[in-house]
C-alpha cells in the first residue's frame, strides 16, 4: 500500500507580529513547523505501512525552506520525501495549490492520500477536499480512527460531525484528513533528525508537473487577498476585588446587571425585520444561501446568511435564494422564506436523503451551472466545509473558507473577511471567478425578525442522477446535548478549563448555566479528559464563538482557547492563579477557586433573575 502525506510547513503562530505600517506579517525570526494537522497524518500513515507493509512518501510545495519539514517527515519514518519549489508558485491560492498537487499525485500514483484537516495559519480546510475532486477519488475527512481491510482495498474510519461521530467505509483510493484525536505525537528525536539529515530529498519544479506555468501561482488562483489588518485587543481588564468571594460575586453580578443582563444588552439593536423586496431583482445578481438541518430542523447558522444575504442582494439589486439539497426538504421552505428568502430551490434526490460530499458536490455543482447565481453562501460548519472545496474544485472556482464578515464593494464584488494565523489578522479576500463562493462561520452575523406571513415560492430542479456516491456512512452517532449544539449563536456561554478539578464537578457548571440560559463550551483538555463530547470545544481546534457573555471559569488562558473567544462581547475570568494570562483577555477577573465561586454567583445570579423578571 502506498500513502502519500501532503504536509505543510506553517509559522509558529503565538510568534507572529504584525507591522501595522507596511500591513505585511513579520516572519523573520520565527520558527517554522509542520502544520499540526498533517504531523498526525504522518504519524498515522506511517503506523499504517508497518501494519499494512507498503511505503510512505512525504510532499510539500514550498519555499526553499520548507526542506526542513522533509527532513523532519523522514526523521518521522517516511520512506520518501518530494519537495515541489518554483518561484511559479508563489501567490498559489487553496486551488492553484490543490492543482499543483494533483498533478504530482498523478504521476506519482498512490491508494491512500493523508494530510492534514487544515492547516494553522490558514484555516481553510479546503486543500485535501479539492485535490480529491481534481483526482475523482472520494474524501473522509476529520478522522479520528482509521482501519484498512480486505488486504488494503478497504477502508473503515471514523470521523467527528457536529452532533457526534460517523463511521464510513469506501474502497481505495481515497483521500484522508486528519483530526487531532488521531493519535498524539511525541517529539522528533534528535538523533532521527540527525540520521534523516544524511537522506535524499528528491526535488521537482514546476515544469516537472506541467509546462503550463499559468495553472500555479498568482495567475492560477482564482482568489486574491487585498491589505490585511490586524486585529488588536481593546479590554481593560478590571480585577473585582473584595473580603470574600460573596462580595466579589455581588460586584459582578451588579456589572453584568448593569450591562444588561436578564435584560436588553447595552448596544443591542432591535432585531432587523424581513422586509418586502422592490421588485424588478436582476435574474444574473442572485445571492444563493446552501442550507444545513440538524435534527430535521433548520440551523441558525442558515438564518444569520440569509439575513446577510438579503443586505448584499439590496446592493446587488438581486433576489436571495435558499437551496436546500436532500430529499424531501420541501417542508423547510417556508421557514427560509420567513427568515427573507425570495426564493427556494429544491435539489432533491433519493440518494441525497443521506449526505455524503460527493453527492451534495454533484447536486450543487449542476445546479450552479445552469442557474448561474452571483454569489454562493455556505455555513462553515463540519459538512459545508466537507463539501463546498469540491464544489469549487469542480468548477474552477475561488472559495473564501471560514470567513467571518461580507461585504459589497464600489465595484460590486463580494468583499469575504478571512481570518488567519489563528484569528490575529484579517485578511479581506475578492474573487476572479463568478459565482462568488465563500464558507462563514457560524455566530458572526445576525438574522432578520422572521415573517412567518411571507409566502414560499418553490422551484424543484430535476435531479436525474447525482454521480457516484463511493463512501457509505454505517453509522451515525449524536453524542452533544443542546448545550452544544446552540454554542456557536449563542447569546451566553459558560466555557470550563481543567481548573474544576474532575468531571463530578460540571453539575455546579450546568447549574450556573440553567440559569443564564447559557451554552456550555470547553477547552481541549477538557474534551481529551472526556469531561465533555468534543463538540463542546471552544478554540483554535475548535469553534469560535461571539457571544454577549463568556464565562471562562477554571482556564489558564492559552492562545489556542483564547483565540476562539475574541469576539465575545464581555469575557469574565475566574482562576486562582492571579498570574494566569485569561484574565489578559478579560474584562472582569476574579482570583479565587471555582469550586467556591461558582455556586456563589450561581446563587447571587438567580437571586437577581427572580429580581428582575419576577418569579
Excluded at 556 to 579: C, F, L, S, W, Y
Aim: proline content about 6%; overall charge negative; hydrophobic content about 45%.
Amino acid at each position: 500500500m502506498k500513502v502519500v502525506i501532503l504536509i505543510k510547513q506553517v509559522p509558529l503562530v503565538t510568534d507572529l507580529k504584525f507591522d501595522p505600517e507596511t500591513k505585511t506579517l513579520i516572519r523573520e525570526g520565527v520558527p517554522n513547523v509542520i502544520n499540526p494537522y498533517d504531523r498526525y497524518a504522518i504519524v498515522e500513515s506511517v503506523k499504517l505501512k508497518k501494519a499494512h507493509g507498503g511505503e510512505a512518501v512525504a510532499v510539500t510545495m514550498g519555499p526553499p525552506q520548507a526542506r526542513e519539514a522533509m527532513v523532519e517527515a523522514l526523521a518521522l519514518g517516511c520512506d520518501r520525501a518530494v519537495h515541489i519549489v518554483d518561484r511559479a508558485f508563489a501567490g498559489s491560492d487553496t486551488l492553484a495549490t490543490a492543482r499543483a498537487l494533483s498533478l504530482f499525485l498523478k504521476k506519482e500514483g498512490f491508494d491512500l492520500i493523508f494530510c492534514g484537516k487544515y492547516s494553522v495559519d490558514a484555516e481553510t480546510g479546503q486543500v485535501g477536499p479539492e485535490v480529491a475532486e481534481l483526482l475523482d477519488i472520494p474524501q473522509i475527512t476529520g478522522v479520528t480512527k482509521v482501519e484498512i481491510a480486505e488486504g488494503g482495498r478497504h477502508v473503515k474510519a471514523t470521523r467527528g460531525t457536529d452532533e457526534g461521530q460517523e463511521v464510513i467505509e469506501c474502497d481505495l483510493p481515497v483521500l484522508l484528513t486528519a483530526e487531532e484525536r488521531l493519535n498524539r505525537p511525541g517529539p522528533t528525536p534528535p538523533a532521527a533528525m540527525e540520521a534523516a539529515r544524511n537522506q535524499p530529498i528528491e526535488v521537482l519544479a514546476a515544469a516537472d508537473l506541467s509546462q503550463d506555468h499559468s495553472l500555479f501561482g498568482f495567475a492560477g488562483s482564482p482568489t486574491w487577498v487585498s491589505e490585511i489588518y490586524s486585529v488588536a485587543t481593546t479590554r481593560q481588564p478590571v480585577m473585582l476585588n473584595g473580603s470574600s468571594v460573596d462580595d466579589m460575586v455581588r460586584t459582578l453580578a451588579e456589572r453584568l446587571l448593569a450591562q444588561g443582563l436578564f435584560g436588553t444588552w447595552q448596544g443591542t439593536k432591535e432585531p432587523r425585520r424581513v422586509m418586502a423586496r422592490p421588485p424588478g431583482a436582476r435574474g444574473d445578481r442572485a445571492v444563493w444561501v446552501v442550507a444545513e438541518t440538524m435534527g430535521g430542523q433548520v440551523r441558525s447558522a442558515t438564518h444569520e446568511l440569509i439575513g446577510k444575504s438579503v443586505e448584499l442582494a439590496d446592493r446587488l439589486r438581486g433576489d436571495v435564494v435558499g437551496v436546500l439539497i436532500g430529499d424531501d426538504r420541501a417542508d423547510h421552505a417556508a421557514e427560509l422564506t420567513a427568515f427573507g428568502a425570495d426564493r427556494v430551490l429544491l435539489l432533491e434526490h433519493p440518494h441525497l436523503a443521506q449526505y455524503s460530499p460527493e453527492g451534495y458536490a454533484n447536486a450543487l455543482a449542476r445546479a450552479i451551472q445552469e442557474h448561474r447565481p452571483y454569489v454562493v453562501l455556505i455555513p462553515a460548519t463540519t459538512r459545508g466545509r466537507d463539501f463546498a472545496p469540491r464544489v469549487a474544485a469542480r468548477l474552477g472556482l475561488g472559495l473564501t473558507g471560514d470567513a467571518i464578515g461580507l461585504e459589497i464593494d464600489e465595484q460590486e464584488r463580494l468583499v469575504q473577511l478571512k481570518p488567519a494565523f489563528g484569528g490575529n489578522i484579517v485578511a479581506p479576500i475578492l474573487s476572479k471567478t463568478f459565482p462568488q463562493m465563500a464558507t462563514v462561520r457560524p455566530g458572526m452575523l445576525e438574522a432578520l425578525q422572521p415573517d412567518w406571513e411571507r409566502q414560499p415560492l418553490v422551484q424543484r430542479m430535476a435531479l436525474a442522477d447525482v454521480g457516484p456516491i463511493r463512501t457509505q456512512t454505517v453509522q451515525a452517532t449524536q453524542e452533544v446535548d443542546a448545550t452544544a449544539m446552540s454554542l456557536e449563536a449563542a447569546d451566553i456561554v459558560v466555557g470550563v478549563g481543567t481548573g474544576l478539578e474532575r468531571r463530578d464537578n460540571l453539575k455546579l457548571v450546568r447549574e450556573l448555566a440553567d440559569v443564564l440560559g447559557a451554552a456550555i463550551g470547553a477547552t481541549r483538555r477538557v474534551t481529551d479528559a472526556n469531561w465533555l463530547p468534543r463538540q463542546h470545544q471552544v478554540g483554535l481546534t475548535g469553534k469560535a464563538v461571539a457571544p454577549k457573555l463568556y464565562f471562562a471559569l477554571g482556564i489558564r488562558g492559552h492562545m489556542n482557547h483564547t483565540i476562539g473567544i475574541q469576539r465575545a462581547q464581555t469575557i469574565v475570568a475566574v482562576n486562582k492563579d492571579p498570574e494566569a494570562p485569561i484574565f489578559q483577555v478579560a474584562d472582569y477577573g476574579i482570583v479565587g477557586d471555582c469550586l467556591q465561586v461558582i455556586p456563589a454567583l450561581t446563587q447571587a445570579l438567580a437571586e437577581a433573575k427572580q429580581r428582575r423578571q419576577g418569579p
